[in-house]
């Protein structure tokens, strides 16, 4: 099996900053695309950020220029720094991975962590 398992988040006021990281373990060959997401309270998820094996990334036009995803492919881990927050980034955040298990070596298959909360304050 294949864990991701977030950390950081937490509560800062508007224009503050806040940084997550989410690291996979288990039963890995290798990752493809690892990302971040989020969910408001009746809110669908939606992409925030996605980065592949090789470093190119995708922004939601959304935290363009305030956030920042990079990873770590020697850990099989993402971060994610967040700038100049506002109250509407508050949101549960999900790490995803497109993981290739030993086991599934051709087929990627996707991974979630269980979330983080982040809430920023007017």
């Known amino acids: 099996q294949v864990q991701l398992v977030e950390s950081g988040g937490g509560s800062v006021q508007a224009g503050g900053s806040l940084s997550v990281s989410c690291a996979a373990s288990g039963n890995i060959f290798s990752i493809n695309d690892m990302g971040w997401y989020r969910q408001a309270p009746g809110q669908q998820r939606e992409l925030v950020a996605r980065i592949t094996s090789g470093g190119m990334t995708k922004y939601a036009d959304s935290v363009k220029g305030r956030f920042t995803i990079s990873r770590d492919n020697a850990k099989n881990t993402v971060y994610l720094q967040m700038n100049s927050l506002k109250p509407e980034d508050t949101a549960v955040y999900y790490c995803?991975?497109?993981?290739?298990?030993?086991?599934?070596?051709?087929?990627?298959?996707?991974?979630w962590g269980r979330g983080t909360q982040v809430t920023v304050s007017s």
């Open positions: 995803g991975a497109d993981v290739f298990t030993m086991t599934t070596v051709t087929i990627p298959l996707r991974y």
